[in-house]
């Protein structure tokens, strides 16, 4: 893992002795202290390694994006330790399959903490994985780091989420369409609560900007079976799509969208759950020109991104692309690890405390840590499906987005949370 260049000191953003001392001072930890436990379910810091859980679908409809998330975390475990761990201590990880099943997480993630005894989680896909472990990890006060973008509305103490919040994809993404004039849109989901909230966002952002919703329609998730609905959008004519499907049956929607006469170019559709690992698996020959929104892409340019792709093909082969879920995971875990390296200990408290401005040179660029939310300022970025199946970047923000995950900026949001 050498070849990227990653030292702990490239870790740490403004960490004085005197600022850990500080926060930790706050929480009542004793700085330098490796043996502290979570104030709820005690984690296992007594030997040379500690465990970390990773959890993640590694079966199921939703295998075909979280797999690659699992990879990547387990590559960002391998960089920490290659560099001398966290604290004196390696890492352990110690994997879970939610199988795509939401009950199941909640299963494995009370396993993780109670019985492997892990000082923090990575992982979740959908919001409906996320919701149910959610309580699983607030009961026992362990951390969860969330790599995906999501609908937003939503704060735990226990949760860091370092994919984007709404702020930082789905408004820039609209706002993107509207001073394009594609104005007249059909929303397409899985159904599930990250497509439906995500719709309730867009139709409050369609009310208050000038666009219109012709039509909103649902799949349930896995879904194989989109003839009406591609129906339905072909017959409503929009100017454009926005689509909240997720796993495989993106696959399926954009097969039939194609053999229904329908393109990028006469109606594009703009994803928010489709990444370069989705590109290959549904076929570039159906997605060619298609838009995406996402804060990352593998054609990103920048140092940190060429080490972190020629790390991930090396070790998982020459042809896997990498993807902005894959790249989110795998900054969770250095963000992590900086955050333990700030507290000087593995104690949640301890480390949320220490979390504020916590950076981080990721491949997308550097975030940054707010510690207030426990999200991640990032930038976003609008993308086109290539005939190569890489994703190209056509728009961004011009620098990181500072998380607003209830939409407090924005007027026309009021009332939603």
Not at 307 to 321: E, N, T
Not at 382 to 402: F, M, Q, T
Request: charged fraction near 20%; aromatic fraction near 10%.
């Amino acid at each position: 893992m050498s070849g990227l260049g990653i030292s702990r000191r490239g870790l740490l953003a403004g960490a004085s002795a005197l600022g850990a001392s500080a926060a930790l001072s706050a929480c009542g930890a004793k700085v330098g202290s490796d043996t502290s436990s979570f104030s709820g379910t005690k984690a296992d810091t007594s030997g040379d390694t500690v465990k970390v859980g990773l959890l993640n679908s590694l079966s199921g409809t939703m295998a075909i994006s979280e797999v690659t998330v699992h990879n990547s975390l387990l590559l960002a475990v391998g960089e920490v330790n290659a560099a001398g761990g966290v604290l004196g201590r390696k890492l352990e990880p110690v994997s879970q399959d939610g199988a795509s099943d939401w009950p199941t997480f909640a299963e494995k993630a009370e396993a993780l903490i109670t019985d492997d005894r892990v000082v923090a989680t990575f992982g979740c896909w959908t919001s409906a994985s996320r919701k149910a472990v959610k309580p699983v990890f607030e009961r026992h006060r362990s951390l969860l780091f969330y790599p995906v973008q999501y609908e937003g509305l939503e704060q735990s103490p226990y949760i860091f989420y370092v994919g984007a919040t709404t702020n930082q994809q789905i408004v820039p993404a609209l706002d993107y369409l509207r001073e394009r004039g594609l104005t007249r849109l059909c929303l397409v989901g899985s159904d599930y609560v990250f497509p439906r909230t995500a719709n309730k966002i867009i139709k409050a952002y369609a009310k208050a900007n000038g666009m219109e919703v012709l039509g909103e329609e649902y799949a349930p998730l896995g879904s194989t079976e989109f003839s009406t609905i591609v129906n339905k959008v072909r017959n409503a004519g929009p100017d454009a799509v926005f689509n909240t499907l997720n796993g495989d049956s993106n696959v399926a929607f954009f097969k039939e969208y194609k053999s229904g006469g329908l393109t990028a170019g006469s109606m594009p559709v703009l994803s928010v759950s489709i990444a370069e690992e989705e590109v290959k698996s549904i076929g570039t020959q159906y997605l060619e020109g298609q838009l995406t929104a996402w804060n990352y892409y593998q054609t990103t340019p920048g140092a940190a991104n060429a080490a972190f792709v020629k790390a991930y093909r090396a070790a998982y082969g020459a042809d896997k692309p990498t993807s902005d879920p894959m790249e989110a995971a795998y900054l969770s875990v250095h963000l992590w690890a900086a955050m333990v390296e700030k507290a000087g200990s593995f104690d949640a408290a301890a480390v949320r405390a220490a979390s504020d401005g916590v950076a981080f040179d990721a491949p997308e660029g550097r975030v940054t840590v707010d510690g207030a939310s426990q999200h991640v300022y990032k930038t976003a970025r609008i993308g086109k499906v290539g005939a190569d199946g890489l994703i190209e970047e056509v728009w961004n923000s011009g620098g990181p987005v500072r998380p607003d995950p209830f939409l407090k900026d924005y007027t026309w949001a009021s009332g939603l949370s």
